[in-house]
């Protein structure tokens, strides 16, 4: 009964302190905002439920960038379980109880993780605390794939080893669906990161090398087969996505943009230092050196100082190679954040050539924070195992001195002589007590962590000189370690008031009824773009900040005030022109959009391309397109420039029919779109299809009769052959037929769709269904089938005798105990 009281105590605890961690979203009303949650996570759900309650399939999203697939965008998160609450939960909800699950259900699974090591449950608590509270980890919240996936890394090392420990084909098949999640959740980074640290712990910990094949084969035959199911279980998604990528610019991602967020050596500092040199306004020569023309990709890398110590501990006094298995894999983990400051990064990639298609080393320390909280609870059980006279916990003290000393010495030259960090700083021309008040957080930070590392050896050295027993001291360091994470880390992310997501933009009324508009929202992302257009950077600085409001969720409103792509989604407008941050557009999407960027200026170039495209408004910041659009409406924002609507003058509709045709290939239909003999509205540009001339008695009528999300119907009637045009993505997934029979869908104007059509009245359909998906989908359901019937139809099968490999953890626990935790280290 006192196991059981003290396991529930345990968990608990931890449970606490993950509520505590989300006091604000959870009864605060406060909503999650942050970078791409509200620039395209909420558009992109709002895709997913809108398909769905549309009565399609969520395969393909009609609202961005003229429509793109749905399902196959990983970060869509389509076929994973917890999506299908947004069906019932307005999304700021959901994303609330979408982290807050995410990161208790990562902390007990790092719990029991860690009590297989073995190690007492107080170590347990404590290193599940330092994996939750960990910069790298909680930074990833507003990144939503990236965050989901990387929740799942300790129950993927969890359900491993209890497959390896019992051998049963239940747990195999466990750690299938495991790993299948995982892959689902979105993030084929944090995947691939995962399975090759895991690799590298099951050969170290588990291969009997020294045996032979047949020693070790149950071992690899249990491995592959919960591979297989994994990648079975996963398939809708990534055969989706492969298909997609193979058509994109993705596959082909120079070394620049795959290594742009990369860890530069001098930002270690930030792992046992909070804000150095992240906090920073830095200087642009400074910024340059290392690699920062935007924010950084992780808002925090800091690891904990206190920590230092229960890490030292692990290492220098753990018994057993898991210690040197973890610090091998912190290790390898950091060198490849480090990207390409290191040959590490070049040789996994030149060594396995798909990881070209994943981007951002930096991502890589999540798993450093992974190994470091394990070190944390292999380093506590050594504190409260042993005397603080111990040499080994002795010297663990050591590296905590050094860098606590550091970090004081730091904090009174940023408190006492900040004038001689001005060359640093971007503002360093500034007055004396502007360049103060700059470095004065840093400063306190700093200061209170060199508190803390003294709070923590003077814990030690009393219990050294009275003689205090191993588990108080060992609790007392604990309670520095992680009251320090909590007070760098109090909250998992910025938040905003609720209003950010109900608040409706004004310029919607003026733009008028989604179903007949398509929308241009003008990009300002780019810093030489606002620059050059609103003559300073876009959205640094906010006027008529709400009261109560942040800054940075000020500057959140003012961007979905003035429809920033690609959040015009959430409100149900299809969008033109966004630029692809995720190289997922087909190639010639992605010269039409690069297009509109280069004849901005040139006359009548752009308005060429709007007119093409169907779109019938433009929301900036500036006058885009010069005098040729019409202006509309000027409304008041949260920047200093006000919205401005411009009306294009007689666009395209979405759905037409044309008699003539021109034939254009590959780079030379950009140039065909703008040559001023391509009348559009007579004629089509086609790839495989002969040209002729419209005739000059040609007339047509298309209506777009029903739509859902991946499916529409054309009612057309044409007075001779034609061609009907829908201004919406080409994509080889959609198949078209007229009169219920199958007809070739052509690539149009470069990037839409057409279909031959005869003359007289017919019903054209296009629906979009993807051979790969939909085998993937088969693929996916055939598979959790089968792991349903191999963990729980099929008979439990053991492993041959041998040992206590199939004793059950509690079985293992009562044999064992913590013998190995409290050996002499």
Same mark, same amino acid.
């Given at each position: 009964?006192?196991?059981?009281?003290?396991?529930?105590?345990?968990?608990?605890?931890?449970?606490?302190l993950?509520?505590?961690?989300?006091?604000?979203?959870?009864?605060?009303?406060?909503?999650?905002?942050?970078?791409?949650?509200h620039?395209?996570?909420?558009?992109?759900?709002?895709?997913f439920v809108?398909?769905?309650?549309?009565?399609g399939?969520?395969?393909?999203?009609?609202?961005?960038?003229?429509?793109q697939?749905?399902?196959?965008?990983?970060?869509?998160?389509?076929?994973?379980?917890?999506?299908?609450?947004t069906?019932?939960?307005e999304?700021?909800?959901?994303y609330?109880?979408?982290?807050?699950?995410?990161?208790?259900?990562?902390?007990?699974?790092f719990?029991?993780?860690?009590?297989?090591?073995p190690?007492?449950?107080?170590s347990?608590?404590?290193?599940?605390?330092?994996?939750?509270?960990?910069?790298?980890?909680?930074s990833?919240?507003?990144?939503?794939?990236?965050f989901?996936?990387?929740a799942?890394?300790?129950?993927?090392?969890?359900?491993?080893?209890?497959a390896?420990?019992?051998?049963?084909?239940?747990?195999?098949?466990?750690?299938?669906?495991?790993?299948g999640?995982?892959?689902?959740?979105?993030?084929?980074?944090?995947?691939?990161?995962?399975?090759?640290?895991?690799?590298?712990?099951?050969?170290?910990?588990?291969?009997?090398?020294?045996?032979?094949? /047949?020693?070790? *084969?149950?071992? @690899?035959?249990?491995?592959? !087969?919960?591979?297989?199911?994994?990648? =079975? +279980? %996963? &398939?809708?998604?990534?055969?989706?996505a492969?298909?997609?990528?193979?058509?994109?610019?993705?596959?082909?991602?120079?070394?620049?943009?795959?290594?742009?967020?990369?860890?530069?050596?001098?930002?270690?500092?930030e792992?046992?230092?909070?804000?150095?040199?992240?906090?920073?306004?830095?200087?642009?020569?400074?910024?340059?050196?290392?690699?920062?023309?935007?924010?950084?990709?992780?808002?925090?890398?800091?690891l904990?100082?206190?920590?230092?110590?229960?890490?030292?501990?692990?290492?220098?006094?753990?018994?057993?190679?898991?210690?040197f298995?973890l610090?091998?894999?912190?290790?390898?983990?950091?060198?490849v954040a480090?990207?390409?400051?290191?040959?590490?990064?070049?040789?996994?990639?030149?060594?396995?050539?798909?990881? /070209?298609?994943l *981007?951002?080393? @930096?991502?890589?320390?999540? !798993?450093?924070?992974?190994?470091?909280? =394990? +070190? %944390? &609870?292999?380093?506590?059980?050594?504190?409260?195992?042993?005397?603080?006279?111990?040499?080994?916990?002795?010297?663990?003290?050591?590296?905590?001195?050094?860098?606590?000393?550091?970090?004081?010495?730091?904090?009174v030259?940023?408190?006492?002589?900040?004038?001689?960090?001005?060359?640093?700083?971007?503002?360093?021309d500034?007055?004396?007590?502007?360049?103060?008040?700059?470095?004065?957080?840093?400063?306190?930070a700093?200061?209170?962590?060199?508190?803390?590392?003294?709070?923590?050896?003077s814990?030690?050295?009393l219990?050294?000189?009275?003689?205090w027993?191993?588990?108080?001291?060992?609790?007392?360091?604990?309670?520095v370690a992680?009251?320090?994470?909590?007070?760098?880390?109090?909250?998992?992310?910025?938040?905003?008031?609720?209003?950010?997501?109900?608040?409706?933009?004004?310029?919607?009324?003026?733009?008028?009824?989604?179903?007949?508009?398509?929308?241009?929202?003008?990009?300002?992302?780019?810093?030489?773009?606002?620059?050059?257009?609103?003559?300073?950077?876009?959205?640094?600085?906010?006027?008529?900040?709400?009261?109560?409001?942040?800054?940075?969720?000020a500057?959140?409103?003012?961007m979905?005030?003035?429809?920033?792509?690609?959040?015009?989604?959430?409100?149900?407008?299809?969008?033109?022109?966004?630029?692809?941050y995720?190289?997922?557009?087909?190639?010639?999407?992605?010269?039409?959009?690069?297009?509109?960027?280069?004849?901005?200026?040139?006359?009548?170039?752009?308005?060429?391309?709007?007119?093409?495209?169907?779109?019938?408004?433009?929301?900036?910041?500036?006058?885009?397109?010069?005098?040729?659009?019409?202006p509309l409406?000027?409304?008041?924002?949260l920047?200093?420039?006000?919205?401005?609507?411009?009306?294009?003058?007689?666009?395209?509709?979405r759905?037409?029919?044309?008699?003539?045709?021109?034939?254009?290939?590959?780079?030379?239909?950009?140039?065909?779109?703008?040559d001023?003999a391509?009348?559009?509205?007579?004629?089509?540009?086609?790839?495989?299809?002969?040209?002729?001339s419209?005739?000059?008695?040609?007339?047509?009528?298309?209506?777009?009769?029903?739509?859902?999300?991946?499916?529409?119907?054309?009612?057309?009637?044409?007075?001779?052959?034609?061609?009907?045009?829908?201004v919406?993505?080409?994509?080889?997934?959609?198949?078209?037929?007229?009169?219920?029979?199958?007809?070739?869908?052509?690539?149009?104007?470069?990037?839409?769709?057409?279909?031959?059509?005869?003359?007289?009245?017919?019903?054209?359909?296009?629906?979009y269904r993807?051979?790969?998906?939909?085998?993937?989908?088969?693929?996916?359901?055939?598979?959790?089938?089968?792991?349903?019937?191999?963990?729980?139809?099929?008979?439990?099968?053991?492993?041959?005798?041998?040992?206590?490999?199939?004793?059950?953890?509690s079985?293992?626990?009562?044999?064992?105990?913590?013998?190995?935790?409290?050996?002499?280290?």
């Amino acid at each position: 009964m006192r196991e059981k009281q003290a396991e529930r105590l345990a968990l608990y605890s931890l449970a606490v302190l993950v509520v505590a961690l989300f006091r604000e979203p959870l009864f605060g009303g406060a909503v999650f905002f942050k970078r791409d949650v509200h620039l395209a996570w909420h558009s992109q759900i709002r895709g997913f439920v809108r398909a769905w309650t549309g009565g399609g399939w969520p395969l393909w999203d009609p609202s961005p960038a003229f429509g793109q697939p749905l399902l196959a965008d990983p970060g869509a998160q389509v076929l994973y379980p917890l999506t299908w609450l947004t069906l019932l939960l307005e999304p700021w909800t959901y994303y609330t109880v979408f982290a807050f699950v995410h990161v208790l259900f990562s902390g007990l699974a790092f719990y029991a993780l860690a009590r297989r090591f073995p190690v007492a449950r107080l170590s347990a608590v404590v290193g599940a605390a330092i994996w939750v509270l960990g910069g790298p980890f909680l930074s990833l919240v507003d990144l939503w794939h990236h965050f989901a996936s990387a929740a799942w890394i300790p129950a993927v090392f969890l359900t491993t080893e209890r497959a390896i420990e019992r051998r049963r084909l239940r747990d195999v098949a466990v750690l299938g669906l495991v790993l299948g999640l995982q892959i689902l959740a979105g993030s084929a980074e944090m995947c691939a990161m995962t399975l090759l640290a895991l690799g590298a712990w099951v050969a170290a910990l588990h291969v009997p090398w020294r045996a032979g094949w /047949r020693a070790w *084969r149950p071992l @690899v035959a249990g491995g592959a !087969l919960a591979l297989a199911l994994a990648v =079975a +279980l %996963s &398939a809708g998604l990534w055969l989706a996505a492969l298909d997609v990528v193979s058509r994109s610019s993705r596959r082909d991602l120079p070394e620049s943009v795959r290594t742009y967020w990369s860890l530069h050596p001098l930002e270690l500092a930030e792992t046992v230092a909070p804000g150095v040199p992240g906090s920073l306004p830095l200087a642009p020569a400074v910024a340059a050196a290392l690699g920062r023309s935007r924010e950084p990709f992780l808002t925090s890398l800091y690891l904990g100082l206190p920590a230092v110590v229960l890490v030292a501990a692990g290492l220098l006094g753990a018994p057993g190679r898991r210690r040197f298995v973890l610090a091998g894999l912190g290790l390898g983990a950091l060198l490849v954040a480090l990207g390409p400051h290191t040959p590490l990064y070049d040789g996994l990639t030149t060594l396995v050539p798909p990881l /070209r298609l994943l *981007r951002y080393p @930096v991502k890589a320390m999540v !798993l450093v924070g992974f190994a470091w909280a =394990a +070190l %944390s &609870a292999l380093g506590m059980e050594v504190w409260r195992s042993h005397p603080a006279s111990n040499r080994h916990l002795r010297r663990a003290l050591v590296p905590l001195a050094i860098l606590g000393v550091a970090s004081g010495v730091a904090a009174v030259l940023l408190l006492t002589s900040p004038h001689a960090f001005r060359p640093m700083l971007a503002f360093g021309d500034g007055p004396s007590a502007t360049v103060a008040a700059l470095l004065r957080p840093l400063g306190q930070a700093l200061g209170t962590r060199a508190a803390l590392a003294l709070v923590a050896l003077s814990l030690a050295w009393l219990a050294a000189r009275r003689n205090w027993s191993p588990a108080l001291l060992a609790g007392g360091l604990a309670a520095v370690a992680i009251c320090d994470l909590a007070l760098v880390h109090p909250r998992p992310n910025p938040m905003a008031p609720p209003g950010l997501y109900v608040y409706r933009p004004e310029v919607l009324e003026a733009i008028g009824d989604p179903a007949s508009v398509r929308v241009y929202s003008y990009d300002y992302s780019d810093p030489g773009v606002a620059m050059r257009r609103l003559g300073r950077r876009y959205a640094h600085q906010v006027i008529g900040v709400p009261p109560g409001w942040s800054a940075a969720a000020a500057t959140a409103l003012g961007m979905q005030l003035s429809l920033v792509p690609q959040t015009a989604g959430r409100w149900d407008l299809l969008q033109a022109f966004d630029i692809d941050y995720r190289g997922l557009h087909s190639e010639s999407l992605a010269r039409m959009t690069h297009l509109a960027r280069l004849v901005e200026d040139q006359p009548g170039g752009l308005l060429r391309l709007l007119q093409v495209g169907a779109v019938t408004h433009v929301v900036g910041l500036h006058r885009v397109g010069g005098d040729e659009l019409e202006p509309l409406d000027e409304i008041p924002g949260l920047f200093p420039d006000p919205i401005l609507l411009l009306g294009v003058p007689d666009p395209l509709p979405r759905a037409y029919a044309v008699g003539g045709t021109r034939t254009a290939v590959g780079i030379d239909t950009v140039g065909a779109i703008l040559d001023p003999a391509f009348e559009p509205r007579d004629e089509v540009l086609l790839e495989t299809v002969l040209a002729r001339s419209a005739p000059a008695d040609f007339s047509s009528l298309v209506r777009i009769a029903e739509e859902t999300a991946d499916r529409v119907r054309l009612d057309v009637e044409l007075s001779t052959d034609g061609h009907v045009v829908l201004v919406d993505t080409y994509d080889p997934g959609w198949l078209a037929q007229v009169d219920g029979r199958p007809a070739a869908l052509l690539r149009a104007n470069l990037a839409f769709r057409a279909v031959a059509v005869p003359a007289g009245r017919h019903v054209v359909e296009m629906a979009y269904r993807p051979p790969l998906a939909l085998a993937g989908l088969a693929l996916s359901g055939l598979s959790l089938l089968l792991i349903f019937i191999l963990a729980f139809v099929v008979p439990r099968r053991s492993s041959p005798a041998g040992g206590d490999s199939t004793l059950a953890p509690s079985e293992r626990s009562k044999e064992t105990g913590n013998d190995e935790a409290r050996r002499e280290p």
